[in-house]
């Protein structure tokens, strides 16, 4: 069974400080996708890396990918308090085509 | 725009009861998934479809049977609800050429 450790599992911090997520597997995975989500709606997607090593940025936002493809992280640098959320890692098989997701974890930021 | 909408948004039933979930979405995706959302177990899959006609078992399907009759639509049914079906319920689509996920809103289920 593929597992995916998201850690920490909450984190709360003050306005312009940065934070990193960990998601962490022994498995290999396709693709990486990490999907952000609010209260009383669905994730939604922020970015899918598919290639060991690499890196994705969306504005304050860096991904990455681990180069054995068993791991990612999340990097905010100099939080906002739109960036409060819950964060989920998932990863993707190419023989099954499913995703598996972390346990997320719950960002507050504060003003 | 396509859309993925999930209803009853809400719903508080009794043990014992037959329940129905819908799911529709408007993507023309072939492949939809259920899933259940409870605190510090993230999202789990229950059962998932790759197309009409075809489902299949997920992490946590016991209890619930998924039918895929048409491409719009996935209904997820818990034959006798038990108290520990209460979650929120999370149907999702997706884009075979990103692998992106489409979530709905939720339906949040509570078992009584």
């Known amino acids: 069974t593929q597992l995916l450790e998201q850690s920490p599992q909450f984190l709360s911090i003050q306005e312009g400080e940065n934070l990193t997520v960990y998601c962490n597997s022994s498995s290999v995975f396709s693709s990486l996708q990490w999907y952000r989500q609010e209260p009383g709606e669905g994730p939604v997607l922020l970015v899918t890396?598919?290639?060991?090593?690499e890196v994705k940025k969306l504005k304050r936002l860096t991904f990455q990918f681990g180069d054995a493809r068993k791991d990612s992280s999340l990097h905010i640098t100099a939080a906002q308090p739109g960036d409060t959320g819950l964060y989920l890692c998932?990863?993707?098989?190419?023989?099954?085509?499913?995703?598996?997701f972390g346990q997320g974890t719950t960002l507050q930021v504060k003003p | 725009d396509a859309e993925i909408t999930q209803s009853p948004r809400h719903k508080i039933t009794e043990t014992g009861r037959q329940v129905t979930l819908a799911c529709h979405q408007t993507?023309?995706?072939?492949?939809m998934f259920w899933y259940r959302q409870d605190l510090g177990h993230g999202l789990r899959l229950i059962h998932y479809?790759?197309?009409?006609?075809?489902?299949n078992k997920g992490e946590v399907s016991d209890g619930y049977s998924v039918s895929r009759s048409n491409t719009e639509d996935l209904p997820l049914t818990l034959e006798s609800a038990a108290s520990s079906q209460t979650s929120v319920y999370f149907c999702?689509?997706?884009?075979?050429?990103?692998?992106?996920?489409?979530f709905g809103e939720g339906s949040r289920l509570t078992v009584l």
């Open positions: 479809s790759y197309g009409v006609q075809d489902t």
């Open positions: 998932a990863g993707g098989s190419s023989n099954t085509g499913k995703l598996i």
């Open positions: 999702a689509s997706r884009a075979v050429d990103t692998g992106e996920l489409f």
């Open positions: 993507w023309n995706h072939n492949n």
């Open positions: 890396v598919v290639t060991g090593g």
